[in-house]
């Protein structure tokens, strides 16, 4: 059984870093693309940045020069290294084991950006 546990989360001022941890279970770990989704309240999920089993990374704009994925496949682990966090940036944030917004998810972890 596939299970995603995420850490790292927690209250920042603006400006700040967080880094993220997403530790898989199971299986083929090495051979799954991963991602980092977020949801804010009120709106739908998105999707942050996703690094394939080659290590192919790719982010959406708004993160774009702030934050990087990475991943070790020895630790089972993917990571979100947060730079620059802006308030909007405030959400839940949870990984996934997959790709195309399908397959296992993570239960997520809260980040927020306040002064």
């Known amino acids: 059984q596939v299970q995603l546990v995420e850490s790292g989360g927690g209250l920042v001022q603006p400006g700040g870093s967080l880094k993220l941890s997403c530790v898989a279970s199971?299986?083929?770990?090495?051979?799954?693309?991963m991602a980092w989704y977020r949801q804010a309240p009120g709106k739908q999920r998105e999707l942050v940045a996703t690094i394939t089993a080659g290590y192919l990374t790719n982010y959406a704009d708004f993160v774009k020069g702030r934050f990087t994925i990475s991943r070790d496949n020895a630790k089972n682990t993917v990571y979100l290294h947060m730079n620059y966090l802006k308030p909007e940036d405030t959400a839940v944030y949870y990984c996934l084991r997959g790709s195309w917004g399908t397959g296992y998810w993570g239960q997520g972890t809260q980040v927020t950006v306040s002064s």
């Open positions: 199971g299986s083929g770990f090495s051979i799954n693309a």
